[in-house]
């Protein structure tokens, strides 16, 4: 308990997290509604899916989550503020586990706010161009099944790579090569994916793909072209996490800070 509340107190004493949390929120309903203003289908019919293109501004914002909580760790061993962290809290599990508690509720809360502006204003735009239901799209409504799965997935993706990001700052420490790292992670996987030949191994580059995986959560159109289902694609990105912060917390506790 005491380690959640110093964590706590940190995040809201800092103006850095909260001020990056809400320029990621903004980041991210922006761009989306961008997105969908630039949509266009003069003929009708096109293969457009709202839900996915409403929330758009993830592919962004989530980037400025990776840096919130990448310095969230890594912050601490450039100024030395570890030491005293890891004093006050001997067992240095429960100071990981902190961080990952109040860092993944503060982007749960900015991911709420993010894809809420994000559906609201692409069903808006989305509409005035013709692609909602009336002409037989599908419905971007949060009274919608397959929207509110993309929209309540949108915003664990956004805790998953706060999580992820996390767990690799407590690995590598250095606040430039851990952001490099999940940016690397998140970003090239999809690039490198393109420029292979082969489409049974792209396919399973996209399977294993922490962001193209992860993202399968906001498809609410043509499920069944995609290598794994929403859920499943949610899952991967959440072994990632799972998997840096396990290898992230032993170095942490078996390493000299």
């Not at 790292?181 to 580059?205: E, M």
């Not at 694609?233 to 917390?249: E, I, K, Q």
Request: proline share 4%.
């Amino acid at each position: 308990m005491n380690a959640l509340h110093a964590e706590w107190t940190k995040v809201r004493t800092v103006a850095g997290p909260g001020a990056l949390l809400l320029a990621a929120a903004a980041l991210t309903a922006v761009v989306g509604a961008v997105a969908a203003n630039a949509v266009s289908c003069p003929g009708g019919s096109c293969p457009v899916d709202p839900a996915k293109v409403s929330l758009t501004g993830i592919y962004l914002g989530q980037a400025v989550v990776a840096i919130v909580a990448v310095t969230a760790v890594s912050g601490e061993y450039s100024t030395g503020m570890i030491r005293l962290t890891l004093a006050a809290t001997p067992r240095r599990w429960r100071v990981l586990a902190a961080k990952a508690a109040v860092t993944g509720t503060a982007t749960l809360a900015a991911g709420a706010v993010a894809v809420l502006a994000s559906v609201l204003a692409g069903g808006a735009l989305l509409a005035r161009r013709g692609i909602d239901a009336a002409h037989g799209y599908e419905a971007l409504s949060l009274g919608h099944a397959p929207v509110v799965r993309a929209a309540a997935g949108s915003v664990l993706y956004l805790a998953l790579v706060a999580l992820l990001s996390l767990g690799v700052a407590a690995m590598i420490r250095d606040s430039a090569a851990a952001i490099g790292t999940v940016l690397g992670l998140l970003y090239l996987f999809p690039i490198v994916a393109g420029l292979v030949g082969s489409p049974d191994v792209r396919r399973h580059l996209d399977q294993v793909s922490p962001m193209t995986a992860g993202l399968y959560i906001q498809v609410t159109t043509d499920l069944r072209t995609l290598p794994l289902t929403p859920w499943q694609g949610l899952g991967v990105l959440a072994a990632w996490a799972a998997g840096a912060l396990l290898a992230g917390g032993l170095l942490l506790r078996f390493r000299d800070a």
